[in-house]
């Protein structure tokens, strides 16, 4: 099979701290890499939960979003009070 090559950018301390984890399990950061491509690749998924830590994404927020677009499409918000309602 042939080989391919692709670089991956990330903090120094981080990859610091997954090279030192890596050869404490006894295998390079590109063994690793590659075990955890063959796991998206079998399962069709990320082979662990993903969640945003970004309070943006918050379920709270994402509803009071949803709320806030449909009063401005009903015409009960105006867009000044949707930019005044962001800045609070």
Not at 51 to 61: G, I, K, L, Q, V
Not at 65 to 79: D, I, N, R, W
């Amino acid at each position: 099979m042939a080989q391919a090559t692709f670089s991956v950018r990330m903090d120094d301390g981080l990859k610091k701290e997954f090279d030192a984890l890596c050869s404490d399990f006894g295998m390079s950061m590109s063994t690793a890499i590659t075990v955890f491509a063959k796991a998206v690749v079998r399962e069709r998924c990320i082979p662990f939960k993903i969640t945003a830590s970004d309070p943006f994404y918050s379920e709270a927020n994402q509803k009071y979003l949803m709320k806030s677009l449909e009063a401005y499409h009903s015409g009960q918000l105006t867009q000044h009070d949707l930019i005044e309602a962001a800045d609070e």
